[in-house]
């Protein structure tokens, strides 16, 4: 009785086993269809069944790479070595999760780990030699770097001597820089047509934004006249024909067409300078009109790495892009409309307590830290079930309806619009419609099939969604100008 008791045990033992390599198999698939989020589910029951293979857990750490769930492709490369040390893999997914948080040593470690495994790797080997590059290279930015922290980089910019070209017939300002209207008509006309701004019209309308910005609090309030519409839109991400596209819509910014761009207008796509020119040119001609509040992109470690800090050094200089730095480093945080609706791109925080005081006097002049309101306002994600949990991309914290309720009520707010994710909608409504996703970048990267959405609002606050679809660019893909290791890895 005992033997055939054991007999069935094996039996069942087996087939489990084989059910959860039909799960990964169907992952796989998903996989491959680009349908990561599916395949995350099918690698989970895999999991389910049989949490001793490694492979499981390597693959489902593959398909939170392509989520930007780094948190969780950290924990699940951690869990297939903890199985197997010798699993090369995790390592791998483990080195790019870091590398796309910025944690380029912790990257290199694993690297390191790798190419010593296999000597004749020739991608482990030049993986590591590329993350080593660039690891010694901020190690050396930060060193010349510390005596002019507190020099600006428009300093070393001799703006009298700078000659525009007889043979420039683009957008053109006056010596005062002040922005126009018929400017901005003729740069989007411009920049539709894949041409650049003289730099010398770029560097003024960048140094008055930075003028502006520096007198703004990190959390602006908003009023709507009772007569207008006011919109939020959510990540662009370079998407410049896409931003085009909502003006096609719901029209140009203007004082009787207020908006508020809610963080990443850069990074990934491939015309960021177009799109952040753009926003900072209609925020210069309707500065009581035209809203901008940072994102967790508006950061050198995501520059760097996702191609703003490429893309302006090529259409412009490295210069410009340290400048870039300085202005995103004044940008508000957040923004309260009518006293009722808080909107900030990342979500809220890791502790109670937090009042809109705490945040309108929060010193933002910083790139984000590692924690705390700042990494909390551009970082988190709200989660269905309550209390707080760690966060999925590895920064930030999750938060629940209870968090998301006890905010509003502390002060005296109605509902949260946020930003930060993708949704197939290109909107998300959650916490019992007290918190707002929305997302504006169609088609994100050329390769996630999503809406863009956009949200109106009028004096009563009621939310109103508009969605629409991505529309033709010309033949630049995304992350053109991304770091190569970053590309090397296969991100989007």
């Known amino acids: 009785f005992m033997a055939r008791g054991n007999h069935k045990a094996v039996v069942s033992t087996q087939s489990t086993g084989e059910e959860a390599e039909q799960d990964k198999t169907t992952a796989n698939q998903f996989f491959k269809e680009k349908k990561y989020l599916v395949a995350i589910e099918w690698y989970t029951k895999a999991i389910e069944k049989n949490p001793k293979v490694p492979a499981y857990y390597g693959n489902r750490s593959f398909a939170y790479l392509r989520t930007e769930c780094f948190g969780y492709a ?30 380029y040593k912790k990257s290199l470690a694993d690297y ?12 482990a080997q030049v993986k590591f030699k590329e993350c080593d590059k660039i690891v010694k290279r901020l190690a050396f930015e930060r060193a010349i770097n510390v005596d002019c922290l507190k020099k600006s980089v428009i300093e070393s910019v001799d703006m009298e001597n700078m000659v525009v070209e007889d043979s420039y017939c683009g957008p053109k300002l006056d010596d005062t820089f002040e922005v126009t209207l018929e400017f901005m008509e003729e740069l989007i006309a411009w920049y539709r047509d894949q041409k650049v701004l003289h730099r010398k019209y770029a560097y ?64 990934r796509g491939s015309f960021s300078v177009e799109v952040i020119f753009t926003l900072f040119g209609f925020k210069l001609l309707y500065p009581d009109h035209m809203f901008m509040a940072r994102g967790n992109h508006e950061s050198i470690n995501m520059n760097q790495m996702y191609g703003f800090d490429g893309e302006v050094k090529e259409k412009y200089s490295k210069n410009m892009s340290d400048f870039f730095t300085e ?9 309260v409309i009518n006293n009722g609706v808080f909107v900030t791109h990342g979500g809220l925080f890791q502790e109670d307590g937090i009042t809109l005081e705490d945040i309108e006097n929060f010193d933002r002049n910083r790139q984000p830290p590692d924690s705390g309101v700042m990494c909390d306002l551009l970082w988190s994600d709200p989660q269905s079930f309550t209390g707080r949990s760690a966060s999925k991309r590895g920064v930030g914290v999750q938060f629940g309806p209870d968090v998301t309720n006890a905010f509003l009520e502390r ?19 959650s916490h019992d419609g007290k918190c707002i996703t929305v997302f504006s970048a169609p088609n994100y990267c050329d390769q996630m ?4 959405a956009f949200i109106t609002l009028k004096e009563d606050l009621a939310p109103k969604f508009t969605t629409f679809e991505a529309v033709p660019h010309p033949d630049v893909k995304p992350m053109a100008y991304a770091n190569n290791l970053l590309k ?5």
């Open 74 to 103: 950290i924990t699940d490369a951690d869990k297939a070595l903890e199985l197997d040390r010798t699993y090369l893999k995790a390592y791998y997914r483990r080195a790019e999760a870091n590398m796309a948080l910025g944690r």
């Open 112 to 123: 390191d780990t790798v190419r010593r495994a296999r000597p004749k790797d020739r991608d």
């Open 204 to 267: 003024g309308l960048l140094i008055n934004i930075k003028k502006y910005f520096e007198k703004q609090p990190s959390l602006v309030r908003i009023t709507i006249p009772s007569s207008n519409k006011f919109t939020v839109c959510g990540d662009i991400h370079g998407q410049f024909y896409d931003l085009l596209n909502i003006f096609e819509i719901n029209g140009l910014p203007s004082e009787s067409n207020p908006y508020l761009f809610n963080g990443d207008f850069v990074d």
């Open 327 to 335: 202005i995103f480093n004044w940008l508000p945080l957040c923004h």
């Open 411 to 429: 002060n005296r707010l109605k509902y949260v619009i946020r930003s930060h994710e993708v949704k197939d909608e290109g909107y998300e409504v």
């Open 449 to 452: 099939g999503n809406k863009g």
């Open 488 to 492: 090397m890895s296969g991100f989007m």
